[in-house]
């Protein structure tokens, strides 16, 4: 019987690799400028 | 470190530092929640008088797939992040990526709980020349490094009040953006008051984004935003931003607006913007001074937290009816969001991201514009008050003591410097019934997300 339903998603430990180019949106940029979060940023590294 | 709870149905369990997410059943919900307090005997044993029309195999079955789950590095993963908490910034710094252009300190609205002071900043009326406009772009591609998208935000007070100056300065943008190999994203924030055919012809061919001020039901919104003489600005501005909308032909724009103690029951401000006929939404808890009347209270606390869980069934309801919209702290993307470098190292505020006041003082963000101690310096002679950026460029998600043992800190970053400055008198501290709705909006940002993947 299957327990658990695992949902695919990025893994956090492998993005330390290739990570870190500064190329995403800063993050109060947009319709948020005051509740702060990176969530629902987007990754824009092109050498991934 | 993980975090489980249950939501709309589903039992969801979050690895926090592999950023894994598992829908579980009942048994194995409560054999994870137990799984590092007690030994696998003492787990079993107490899983089995709790749900004795189960089997012992199958409850040892459930137990053995979360171990595996485990040494798989997909639950229960070691926090080895706090050695790379600096590096990000170190990687970048002195490069700025983004500023947020004050374009116009001075308002044709006189919003009462505006956290700029109708656009003054607790200073002089004043917009922004084209000159010191012009020196502030240069200012960026100068200190942009290798970084291709430079993000220009026009704010204010209400940016529109300087709209030639605006187009003056994208037209000069455009020129300069090919000569230095880069690309300018420019966002408009606007009260919506100024918009005529003009500044939609240009804001839907310029802006890569716009946010529209409107806080959803008429009466909440003209209790707030309403002009000198006092009249609600509503009935004037919801015909400009339809027009704008419908002719921008699919790109980003975001209604935007702002909930306070007098509409916790937010939730009916979001329908009425989905009845005007927008998708793009977004509603923001109030900034505002400790003891303000319009300020969140405790009382308020489970009010909002029930427009959040509702909001998330809406969006649910209404993706499966094929009439999908977006709320920005709903955007989630969980195979392809930011890195755990981007995760660590908060907002950026005062090191790639200032603002400029429209005299070209340089300030960590806008939040801060006026705070005399934290002015960084000008796009003249670029930063020299290194004191006050050193402290914004070590504000990372490890540099909060009070973020250490929370679930959702690789989802925020820290949160915002300018709510802990306001909340805490500290740029380190943090803005705890911000935090607490944060946590909530996340935990429904991930349910309708699961809900979703589980459909593919």
């Keep these: 019987m299957e327990h658990i339903k695992t949902i695919k998603t990025g893994n956090l430990c492998e993005s330390a690799k290739n990570g870190g180019c500064g190329e995403c949106q800063t993050s109060c940029q947009s319709a948020c400028k005051t509740s702060c979060g990176i969530a629902n940023q987007q990754c824009e590294n092109n050498n991934k | ?456």
């Design chain 2, 1 to 456: 470190m993980v975090h489980q709870y249950k939501l709309n149905g589903y039992n969801i369990v979050l690895d926090i530092c592999s950023g894994g997410v598992h829908v579980v059943d009942d048994i194995t919900y409560d054999i994870i929640e137990a799984f590092e307090k007690q030994t696998r005997d003492e787990v079993i044993t107490s899983i089995s008088s709790k749900y004795n029309e189960v089997s012992i195999d199958e409850i040892e079955e459930c137990y053995t797939q979360v171990e595996s789950l485990k040494s798989s590095g997909a639950l229960f993963t070691p926090d080895t992040f706090e050695p790379m908490a600096d590096k990000l910034k170190a990687k970048t710094a002195g490069v700025i990526k983004a500023l947020c252009l004050h374009v116009a300190h001075t308002c044709n609205l006189n919003c009462s709980y505006c956290f700029a002071s109708q656009g003054k900043y607790h200073g002089e009326r004043a917009v922004m020349s084209l000159e010191v406009g012009k020196r502030a772009l240069d200012f960026l591609v100068e200190n942009s490094g290798s970084r291709h998208n430079l993000e220009v935000d026009f704010f204010g007070g209400e940016p529109l009040m300087n709209f030639q100056m605006i187009k003056d300065l994208v037209a000069y943008a455009r020129e300069i953006e090919k000569k230095h190999n880069k690309k300018f994203r420019f966002t408009l924030t606007t009260n919506g008051v100024l918009i005529d055919d003009d500044v939609i012809d240009f804001a839907n061919r310029e802006m890569s984004n716009v946010v529209l001020s409107l806080d959803g039901r008429k009466e909440i919104h003209d209790k707030y935003r309403v002009d000198y003489a006092g009249n609600g600005s509503w009935e004037r501005i919801v015909p400009k931003f339809q027009k704008l909308v419908d002719a921008r032909g699919g790109k980003n724009y975001y209604m935007r607006g702002t909930f306070t103690h007098s509409n916790p029951d937010f939730l009916e401000d979001i329908k009425v913007m989905l009845d005007l006929g927008f998708n793009e939404l977004s509603m923001e808890p109030v900034v505002c001074a400790k003891g303000d009347k319009e300020e969140l209270t405790e009382e308020d606390f489970p009010i909002v937290c029930k427009q959040y869980e509702d909001l998330a069934s809406l969006m649910l309801k209404k993706h499966s009816e094929g009439k999908d919209f977006t709320f920005y702290h709903y955007m989630i993307d969980l195979k392809g969001g930011p890195c755990i470098y981007k995760r660590i190292s908060g907002c950026g505020s005062g090191t790639e991201y200032m603002a400029v006041t429209p005299w070209g003082d340089l300030y960590p963000c806008h939040q801060f514009v006026g705070e005399e101690k934290y002015k960084l310096g000008d796009i003249y002679k670029g930063v020299t008050n290194k004191e006050a950026q050193c402290e914004f460029a070590s504000c990372n998600v490890y540099a909060r003591p009070d973020c250490k043992d929370c679930w959702a800190k690789l989802y925020c970053s820290g949160g915002c410097a300018a709510n802990a400055y306001h909340a805490t008198g500290s740029v380190r501290g943090v803005y705890e019934y911000g935090c607490r709705l944060f946590r909530k909006r996340m935990e429904c940002a991930i349910m309708v997300a699961v809900a979703k993947a589980l459909e593919e």
